[in-house]
Nanobody
Framework: VQLQAFGRGVVQAGRSVRLSCAAC????????MGWYRQPPGKQRELVARIDAGTMLVAGSTNYADSVKGRFTISRDNAKNTVYLQMNSLKPEDTAVHYC???????????????WGKGTQVTVSS
């Protein structure tokens, strides 16, 4: 199983960036997916998380207080992909962003966390 993240960049404050992350490989069940970030000199922190949901109901979401109202997480279960739309970016959003997913690889595998390689987002003032 691999998580492949796309989207990075250097943007000015107030602009937007969209990150995407696709899970591929031997996936039996794709459970919660999320984005974490690690600002320079700080520990990794949760940005946003989204549950799997159902065919009719989107998964529930939760966000870090610092990004509520600015960031939106969504997912396309048919594509095993999670997105993070980041609007009104601030310099303090500068960080390496990591995709995360809790994946079961078989019926008998309860599941485990998988991580994508980090992608840098830099916001200049």
């Amino acid at each position: 199983v691999q998580l492949q993240a796309f989207g990075r960049g250097v943007v000015q404050a107030g602009r937007s960036v969209r990150l995407s992350c696709a899970a591929c490989g031997s996936i039996f069940r794709l459970n919660a997916m999320g984005w974490y970030r690690q600002p320079p000199g700080k520990q990794r922190e949760l940005v946003a998380r989204i549950d799997a949901g159902t065919m009719l109901v989107a998964g529930s979401t939760n966000y870090a207080d610092s990004v509520k109202g600015r960031f939106t997480i969504s997912r396309d279960n048919a594509k095993n992909t999670v997105y993070l739309q980041m609007n009104s970016l601030k310099p303090e959003d500068t960080a390496v962003h990591y995709c995360n997913a809790y994946i079961s690889t078989s019926l008998y595998h309860y599941g485990m966390d998988y991580w994508g390689k980090g992608t840098q987002v830099t916001v200049s003032s």
